[in-house]
């Protein structure tokens, strides 16, 4: 099975400045297709997980451009430009290139 | 609009048997592939299952092999989950997924606000 591994796993971040996090996965995303299945999800408190960016670095409809997907292989990374107060929640990677798929442990991202 | 409701959770003893529910609404259901994603109290998500959009193909978690079967009636717009021989590390939020498809390949685009499952003696 594909692993997942996400960092930090908690981000304490100032309201107006950027966040970034990571995920590595153990083998390469590179589907026999050519596309990488790496996707990005928010989950906000008492919420189901919604989904950001699909294929690393597609904006899912309805996201705000402050949230950006890039890497390739087995490296990649979220990052929110200016985070929000609504930006408050956990943030999973989940590769869907090899079943089963897999998710990252999850980031906390709170306000300082 | 675009909607997923489960039901049928609820408090079971180990080793007995639980069918999950995911009604589908708002999107052509038999145009998709389906997930289960669960979340245990205080952790993160966990992939459980997919099927096919035409039920033929399904694939599982290495957690619930065996034990776990998804299934799917396109004619109700119903996606399933029955679980078997539970364990009380099968205690989560269970949810219901629909993969993206096509030009949103790889991802999970649409989530239900999840049944939660507790097994327990």
């Known amino acids: 099975d594909i692993v997942m591994t996400q960092t930090p796993l908690s981000s304490p971040v100032t309201l107006g400045q950027p966040a970034s996090i990571s995920c590595r996965s153990s083998q390469s995303l590179v589907h026999s297709d050519g596309n990488a299945y790496l996707s990005w999800l928010q989950q906000r408190p008492g919420q189901p997980p919604r989904l950001l960016i699909y294929?690393?670095?597609n904006r899912f409809s309805g996201v705000p451009d402050r949230f950006s997907g890039s890497g390739a292989g087995t490296d990649f990374t979220l990052k929110i430009s200016r985070v929000e107060a609504e930006d408050v929640g956990v943030y999973s990677c989940m590769q869907a290139t090899q079943f089963p798929h897999t998710f990252g442990q999850g980031t906390k991202l709170e306000i300082k | 609009q675009v909607q997923l409701v489960e039901s049928g959770g609820g408090v079971v003893q180990p080793g007995r048997s639980l069918r999950l529910s995911c009604a589908a609404s708002?999107?052509?259901?038999?145009?998709?592939?389906m997930h289960w994603v669960r979340q245990a109290p205080g952790k993160g998500l966990e992939w459980v299952a997919v099927?096919?959009?035409?039920?033929?193909?399904?694939f599982y978690g290495d957690a619930v092999k065996g034990r776990f079967t998804i299934s799917r009636d396109n004619s109700k717009n119903t996606l399933y989950l029955q679980m078997n021989s539970l364990r009380t590390e099968d205690s989560a939020v269970y949810h219901c997924?629909?993969?993206?498809?096509?030009?949103?390949?790889?991802?999970?685009?649409?989530w239900g606000q999840g049944t939660t499952v507790t097994v327990s003696s």
């Open positions: 708002g999107f052509i259901f038999r145009n998709y592939g």
């Open positions: 997924a629909k993969d993206g498809g096509g030009a949103v390949a790889g991802g999970v685009d649409v």
């Open positions: 294929k690393i670095s």
């Open positions: 099927v096919s959009n035409d039920g033929n193909s399904k």
